[in-house]
């Protein structure tokens, strides 16, 4: 049997200002192995993002998702430290929330 590369898919939402600032709601990210790091994560997107529309586009996401107050959820979950990605996983990010 050949060697064969699966490609699995991540949903990635984005939410609030950060949906606004990026002009995009939700992408779906093609991922080769799980993805361990918060910044692995960004620059596998990032990645992603100049694959598709080039680098402008790509060095926006990766400023924007690399802000370090903005929350990331990996299905529905907030994550404070390390993460596992995995195939089918749902991630968000979105600014902090406030409230009075």
């Given at each position: 049997?050949?060697?064969?590369?699966?490609?699995?898919?991540?949903?990635?939402?984005?939410?609030?200002?950060?949906?606004?600032d990026?002009?995009?709601?939700?992408?779906?990210?093609?991922?080769?192995?799980?993805?361990?790091?918060r910044?692995?994560?960004?620059?596998c997107i990032?990645?992603?993002?100049?694959?598709r529309?080039?680098?402008?586009?790509?060095?926006?996401?990766?400023?924007?998702?690399?802000?370090?107050?903005?929350?990331?959820?990996?299905?529905?979950?907030?994550c404070?430290?390390?993460?596992?990605?995995?195939?089918?996983?749902e991630?968000?990010f979105?600014?902090?929330?406030?409230?009075?």
């Amino acid at each position: 049997m050949a060697n064969q590369v699966i490609s699995n898919m991540v949903n990635v939402l984005f939410f609030a200002k950060l949906r606004e600032d990026l002009d995009c709601s939700a992408i779906e990210l093609k991922i080769a192995a799980p993805i361990m790091t918060r910044k692995a994560l960004v620059a596998c997107i990032a990645d992603n993002v100049t694959q598709r529309h080039g680098e402008e586009l790509g060095a926006i996401f990766l400023h924007k998702l690399s802000e370090e107050n903005l929350v990331l959820a990996v299905n529905h979950q907030v994550c404070k430290s390390d993460i596992t990605i995995n195939d089918a996983d749902e991630v968000a990010f979105y600014p902090p929330v406030t409230g009075g």
